[in-house]
Nanobody, 124 residues
């Protein structure tokens, strides 16, 4: 079992930055690939970014590529999402997720564990 707790959300003006963190419980954090997803009001959950178990490979949706950076610290059991140049369209609840097996980039199908989410609001 893995428990995930997100933090770092908040209200920011367009063009600003936020850094989200996902703290994971357990001693096997490095066994899980980690991902970030978001859900805007009235919309489905959307893939944002993912990172491999070692941190050596990262994946991004086209909408955030070049603005967001996913990272992880396996010694501290933390995955992070640095979000720069935020825009109102980035407003959503952001979730981190963990998967022990293979995963498909761009979908929320197959991810094993989810956090409770953290709200990010970008004002214009």
């Amino acid at each position: 079992q893995v428990q995930l707790v997100e933090s770092g959300g908040g209200l920011v003006q367009a063009g600003g930055s936020l850094r989200l963190s996902c703290a994971a419980s357990g001693r096997t954090f490095s066994s899980y690939a980690m991902g970030w997803f978001r859900q805007a009001p009235g919309k489905g959950r959307e893939f944002v970014a993912a990172i491999s178990r070692s941190g050596g490979s990262t994946y991004y949706s086209d909408s955030v590529k070049g603005r967001f950076t996913i990272s992880r610290d396996n010694a501290k059991n933390i995955a992070s999402l640095q979000m720069n140049t935020l825009q109102p369209v980035d407003t959503a609840v952001y979730y981190c997720a963990a998967v022990s097996g293979p995963f498909s980039v761009g979908t929320d199908v197959g991810w094993d564990y989810w956090g409770q989410g953290t709200q990010v609001t970008v004002s214009s």
